[in-house]
Structures are given as structure tokens and as C-alpha cells.
């Protein structure tokens, strides 16, 4: 931490905070830590694709391999379920018991957003109440769900009913879903059965605000309700203030950080780096202006609700990449949103061509593209 950003109210520009976020995003430099370790220290990431968070590690842990996240998951010490902003989140078994009651009122709202209307005069306690019982007995699809509650619950749409057990019932998705190179479709259970634990509601919000600030910090309030989609967080902040050390940002908002977390000099180099698709770096502020110009957001973000999976240059977005594969051969095409130095492309490709070699070791033939 710089000693001149001691001072309350000291401005800290785009660059600082991007520095800031990096660092706690283990991309300045990778991590040496386990990966269970480093899952934890990022308050978990986002899991709608399931391959991101393989992407996520790699880019973010020192020699990460797939098998690490594959066997954690197999293991029980990770799993993948709806949290934050009632999305799909990887995080660690410890987390989920703690996160997920806190969390409750996001589930409702979601659900009462997306489905209040078909929903009116349903008994929704006897509805979770019944699906619990099923999907503890064996895991389902929520399409197995939809139908098996309709046949119960006569008239009832199927996607509102599985919408239900998704957001009253703290659900899992079990292996094989999540294991690097499996596929077909999700199947669910409950947190409880799962892990054979109980959900801890002894856990507080402020805790949760700690562990946002840590991996994500410094931040406004706003910032804060759009990582984690609850309301009031105003007064959970106010509640911590004399634990935080308060900032402001270029337009004059009120940030907040915990005192020791790392805020590097913003000229600290940044090496390319490539994240997976929904990122949570790019999702966790009302404010994106700290890691994404605000004009690339349409090019990353698609009417569809897929958050493309985007480069970083100098620890900026610049542009969005894939990959297609076949059976002898991997190409890794990147979209630049502006022109790039040829110092940052030949920067890129070599990150890029070590990134083909994480993702297809054996391929006969690799390429990278630049459209």
C-alpha cells in the first residue's frame, strides 16, 4: 500500500483501482497458493459457463491443472450453486454453508421477479417441502423437476415450479456438471445433503462485506449491492466504518477498503491476461470504468445475457477471444476492440500459445488468430 493513501478521502484514480483489483485477483502475478485457497480468497467465481472457473484458476494460480478443481469438486470441497445475484457461483464447501443463508433474500426477489405472477395462490413451502424430499433421495434435472411438480401441482407452469425449488432450496449441481471434459446435463441436491452439514446462519452481513472488499476492493456501496444483489448495505457499511479506511474515486463517490488490504502503485506493470467467459471481475461494480471502457461493454456483454470471455492488456479489457478445436487442431481466435502495439500482441500470443497448450496439450496443430 502506498503511504500517501493513508489520508481519508484521498482521490484514487481508475489506474490505482485497477491495480487494487488485479492484485487481490491474483493478476499482477499468479498465485502460489492451493487452489482451495485461492477459490476462498476470491469470495468465488462466477460458474454459468462450466468451464470459466478452470480459466479463471489458470490465469490466476502459479501451475494450475485441471485435475486440482476436478478432484475438489469430486471431493466435495468445492461446489457449484446459485449465490450471488442469485447466479451459478464455485466456491468452497465452507463458503456455501455460510454465503447461502445470507443470501435468501436475493433468491426470493429473483424468484418473485421472474415468476410472481404464475406463482400467486401457490403453497410454496409445500412445493419446496416436496422437492426437497426428491432431489435428497436422488439428484435431478429441473426438468425432471418441472414435470414431477406438475403432475402434483395440476396447471402449474413446469419452468415456474422448478424456479421455485432453484430459489427456496439451497441447491447443489453434482458431479459429473463442473469436472473438466464431462458434459450432460445438470442434476441438483440439497446443500444439506450434499455435504452432510446444516447451513450456518450464526454468519453476519458484515462478513460478507469483508470478504466482498477483499477480493474486490476498494468499492462503493453500490458496487457492493451488485456483486452480491442484496439491498440495504448502506447500513451494514456505516456499521463498519471505524474498521475502514475511506477513499473517493475520480467522480467524487465514497469508497470503502479494509486498511491492510494491497493497493500497488497504479504505473505497477501488468502482464496480458486472459479471462473466462463471466468473469467476475467484470461483473462485481455498478462502476465497470476500473477494468472495462464502458463503450467495449456491448461488444462483451450480448443481448442474450453471455458475458464473452475477454484480454486484458495492461490491465484493461481490449478484447474478447475463443477457442474452436477439432480433432488434430486448436485455434485460439482474439478480437481486439482497438489496435494493439505489436509489442502487445506478441505479448498476447505468447500467453496465448500457453493457454492452447493448458487447454488442448496434445493437439497436433495449434494456431492464433488475430480478427
Known amino acids: 500500500m502506498s503511504a500517501n493513501d493513508r489520508e481519508p478521502g484521498t482521490v484514487l484514480c481508475n489506474r490505482a483501482l485497477n491495480r487494487a483489483l488485479l492484485a487481490r485477483q491474483w493478476l499482477l502475478s499468479r498465485a502460489k497458493l492451493p487452489v482451495l485457497e485461492a477459490i476462498e480468497s476470491l469470495a468465488g467465481m462466477q460458474a454459468q459457463s462450466p468451464a470459466a472457473p478452470y ?3 489458470w490465469s490466476r494460480v502459479e501451475d494450475f491443472r485441471h485435475e486440482e478443481l476436478s478432484g475438489l469438486l469430486r471431493d466435495k470441497r468445492v461446489i457449484r450453486m446459485a449465490l450471488m445475484r442469485a447466479t451459478l457461483h464455485l466456491v468452497t464447501s465452507r463458503d456455501a454453508l455460510r454465503l447461502r443463508p445470507l443470501l435468501q433474500p436475493v433468491m426470493d426477489r429473483s424468484l418473485k421477479g421472474a415468476f410472481g405472477k404464475q406463482l400467486q395462490g401457490v403453497d410454496l413451502e409445500a412445493l419446496a417441502a416436496a422437492a426437497r424430499e426428491w432431489v435428497e433421495k436422488e439428484p435431478m434435472t429441473f426438468h425432471e423437476l418441472g414435470l414431477r411438480l406438475g403432475e402434483h401441482w395440476p396447471g402449474l407452469d413446469p419452468e415456474a415450479a422448478a424456479g ?16 473438466w471434459g464431462m458434459s450432460g446435463q445438470a442434476k441438483h441436491t440439497s446443500v444439506e445433503a450434499w455435504l452432510g452439514q446444516p447451513l450456518s446462519y450464526e454468519v453476519e452481513r458484515e462478513w460478507l462485506i469483508r470478504r466482498y472488499l477483499t477480493a474486490f476492493g476498494p468499492a462503493t456501496v ?9 439491498t440495504r448495505i448502506h447500513e451494514d457499511i456505516e456499521s ?9 474515486n475520480e467522480q467524487g463517490e465514497e ?7 494491497p493497493r500497488p502503485d497504479p504505473d505497477t506493470p501488468s502482464a496480458p491476461r486472459f479471462l473466462g467467459e463471466f468473469d467476475n471481475m467484470l461483473l462485481s461494480y455498478a462502476d465497470r470504468s476500473r477494468i472495462m471502457d464502458e463503450a467495449y461493454r456491448k461488444r462483451l456483454f450480448t443481448s442474450n445475457g453471455i458475458v464473452r470471455a475477454a484480454i486484458l492488456v495492461d490491465g484493461f479489457v481490449v478484447g474478447s477471444w ?5 480433432r488434430d487442431r486448436a485455434v485460439l481466435h482474439l478480437e481486439p476492440f482497438r489496435d494493439l502495439s505489436q509489442q502487445d500482441q506478441e505479448a498476447l500470443s505468447e500467453e496465448g500459445a500457453r493457454l492452447l497448450h493448458f487447454v488442448v496439450p496434445h493437439a497436433a496443430a495449434t494456431e492464433i488468430i488475430f480478427h
Open 240 to 248: 463498519l466504518r471505524p474498521c475502514l479506511i475511506p477513499f473517493r
Open 55 to 57: 480459466f479463471a484458476l
Open 222 to 230: 453500490k458496487d457492493i449491492q451488485v456483486w452480491s444483489g442484496l
Open 164 to 179: 421455485v425449488v432453484r430459489n427456496r432450496i439451497p441447491l447443489v449441481q453434482v458431479p459429473p456438471r463442473g469436472v
Open 255 to 261: 469508497l470503502f477498503d479494509l486498511p491492510d488490504a
Open 322 to 326: 475463443k477457442l474452436t478445436s477439432g
